[in-house]
Each structure stands twice: as C-alpha cells, then as structure tokens.
C-alpha cells in the first residue's frame, strides 16, 4: 500500500520536514502549499499584474494558490493540517473544512493551547495528534499495522 499526503498548515516551523523525514522508507508521496513566504503571498501580482489595494493583492494570490491546494487536497489520501502557536492559519481551518468535505482522511495537528478554539475542525478529523512524530507513527501503523516499538 501506497499513501499520498497532503501536508498543509503554518510555514513557520519544520513541522513537515520532521514528518517527511520520520516517514522516509513508508511509500508515502508528500505534497504541500508553496512554503516560501514571500512566493506565496506575492504569486497573484507577481503572475497577473500589480494591485495597488492590498486587499485585491492577497486576493490575487489566495485565488492563484488555491488552485495548487485544491489538486492537492483532492489527490489526497490523507490530509494533514497542522495549527501552529504564533498565527492564526485561517487558511488552515479552510483547508481541513474542504479536506472532510471530500471525505478525506483527515488529522490534525496542534499544540494543547489551540484544543478549545479548534474544538469543532477536531471533530472533523480522524485524529488530532499534539506532535509530528505521533503523525509520523499514525502513517507508519496505517501502511503497516504495527504498533509503535
């Protein structure tokens, strides 16, 4: 058995090379949003022309980047969405509402801190896990069955 996952969330810590890398060997095919700040934010104007609101400038680019999402939610057998400390991941919470509205396999990742406010996007999933490695060992025990030693 074979998983594609779908790593989507924050872009300020390692959280996704920690789960790529624990994973290494499982045959897993990884994707994600563009990661790079900057990229992210600027793809609309950079690609369709300047905006001198800077409402209609992020719009440009949520609109140009929901086009790499989507595919990728969509391929998707598992989505991982991952609320990090220091944002609020507005896009997240879209994210994993668009992954279980597909049916996806949906886990979710964060800190005890966000457990009350996200209450409601942790319903929706399969799993809520607090760590990368415990995602790492819930993809490991899906393709395996094997219990963590």
């Known amino acids: 058995m074979t998983l594609n996952v779908y790593l989507s969330g924050e872009i300020h810590t390692d959280w996704r090379e920690q789960i790529t890398e624990g994973a290494q060997g499982l045959g897993i095919t990884f994707n ?9 934010d600027d793809c609309g104007v950079a690609i369709l022309g300047a905006e001198p609101d800077k409402f209609w400038h992020d719009r440009k680019g949520a609109q140009v980047n929901a086009i790499r999402t989507r595919k990728g939610i969509e391929k998707a057998d598992v989505v991982v969405v991952r609320f990090g400390e220091q944002y609020k991941q507005w896009n997240a919470a879209f994210d994993a509402g668009y992954a279980a509205a597909l049916g996806k396999s949906l886990i979710i990742l964060h800190g005890p801190d966000h457990a009350h406010a996200l209450k409601e996007v942790d319903a929706a999933a399969l799993a809520v896990a607090s760590e990368p490695g415990q995602v790492v060992q819930i993809l490991r025990y899906v393709l395996t069955g094997k219990l963590p030693a």
């Open 32 to 40: 994600s949003p563009v990661t790079d700040h900057a990229a992210s």
